[in-house]
C-alpha cells in the first residue's frame, strides 16, 4: 500500500475517531505539530486518543468531506473539512473546522503530522 492509499484509508475508514483505528494507523512515537486558530499544540499518541475520545463524547456524528490528498515519497497532504452533529440538535449539521495536515510515514504508520486548522 502506498502512503497515499495509507493515509486515504485512515481518513476514509474514519479510524481517526475510535482507540482501536487510531492503533492501526498511528506510530507509537507519533508526533503532530497543530497550529490553530486558538494556538499552537503538539500532539503525542495519548494526546490523540483523548482528543478523539472528547470529540466522540461531543457529537452525535463525525464526518469530513477530503477536498484534497496529495502525495510525494512518503509525505501525504491532506485538506478536509470535519463536519459534526451535536448531541442537542442531531439534525443539524455543522463546520467544526477546516483543517490541511501534512503526513510523513514511517514503518507503514502515520508518524509526522504537521496540521493547520481554522474553525468553520
Do not use: C
Not at 21 to 41: A, D, P, T
Not at 65 to 84: K, N
Amino acid at each position: 500500500m502506498s502512503a497515499k492509499e495509507l493515509v486515504a484509508e485512515y481518513y476514509e475508514s474514519q479510524a481517526f475517531r475510535t482507540a482501536e483505528g487510531i492503533g492501526r494507523y498511528i506510530h507509537e512515537e507519533v508526533v503532530v505539530q497543530w497550529h490553530s486558530s486558538k494556538g499552537y499544540l503538539q500532539l503525542e499518541k495519548n494526546d490523540i486518543l483523548t482528543f478523539a475520545a472528547e470529540l466522540d463524547k461531543s457529537y452525535s456524528a463525525q464526518r469530513l468531506f477530503i477536498s484534497h490528498i496529495i502525495s510525494e515519497g512518503d509525505a501525504v497532504t491532506v485538506r478536509y473539512t470535519h463536519y459534526v452533529n451535536p448531541f442537542e440538535s442531531p439534525a443539524d449539521e455543522m463546520i467544526l473546522a477546516h483543517f490541511v495536515i501534512i503526513w510523513e510515514i514511517k514503518d507503514k504508520q502515520l508518524y509526522k503530522g504537521y496540521l493547520m486548522s481554522q474553525l468553520g
